[in-house]
């Protein structure tokens, strides 16, 4: 059964950079899409980006100038860097499988980032 | 960019009751429509892919219907462990923007 995990500092301050690792246990990263999606106190769910196996990824246009998407299949993990942070940039990030046709399948837990001073 | 418009953006309905809740989609996006379940401080839940496909292990009192832009998730029967927010998401291409929510409650 394939799990997700996602970790990174719980805390960041303002114009720093947010990372975030997902690590993916039971499977490989092979044959799938992997995303983040975040969901900001109070607010609805916001895709942030997507990455294929093969390495290419999709980003949210309002995101774009400052995120980037990586992963590493030799360590089974998939990771999240966004730039110059802000408060709005606090949420609960998470991290998922994507599968085709079948839609986003398998979650990580969540990790709650707060962009604070 | 699609966007993605749900209404309504909460609803208060008995057990036992049918909901409906609808997704429209700014352009055609054929059948690349799923539904996720959100409760507080859990994990988005996914109930339907492509439009109208029941996810393994989800309860069959959720189904969804639609193609191209108008698309309706429904609960046959609401009990009260779907107390929640649900979102619809188009993944037809990127960005896979999600509707707005729409909080189903009690009443």
């Known amino acids: 059964q394939v799990q997700l995990q996602e970790s990174g500092p719980g805390l960041v301050r303002p114009s720093e950079t947010l990372s975030l690792t997902c690590t993916v246990s039971?499977?490989?990263?092979?044959?799938?899409?992997w995303g983040w999606v975040r969901q900001p106190p109070g607010k609805g769910l916001e895709w942030i980006g997507h990455?294929?196996?093969?390495?290419?990824?999709k980003y949210s246009p309002s995101l774009t100038s400052r995120l980037t998407i990586s992963v590493d299949t030799s360590n089974n993990q998939f990771s999240l860097n966004l730039r110059s942070v802000t408060a709005a940039d606090t949420a609960v990030y998470f991290c998922?499988?994507?599968?085709?046709?079948?839609?986003?399948?398998?979650w990580g837990q969540g990790t709650t980032v707060i962009v604070t001073s | 960019d699609i966007q993605m418009t749900q209404s309504p953006s909460s609803l208060s309905a008995s057990v036992g009751d049918r909901v409906t809740i609808t997704c429209r989609a700014s352009q055609d996006i054929s059948n690349y429509l799923a539904w996720y379940q959100l409760k507080p401080g859990k994990v988005p839940k996914l109930l339907i892919y492509a439009a109208s496909s029941l996810q393994s292990g989800v309860p069959s009192r959720f189904s969804g219907s639609g193609s191209g832009t108008d698309f309706t998730l429904t609960i046959s029967s609401l009990q009260p462990e779907d107390v929640a927010t649900y979102y619809c998401q188009k993944y037809n291409s990127a960005p896979w923007t999600f509707g707005q929510g729409t909080k189903v409650e009690i009443k």
């Open positions: 990455i294929y196996d093969r390495g290419s990824a």
């Open positions: 039971g499977g490989s990263l092979t044959s799938f899409s």
């Open positions: 998922a499988r994507f599968s085709g046709i079948y839609g986003m399948d398998v």
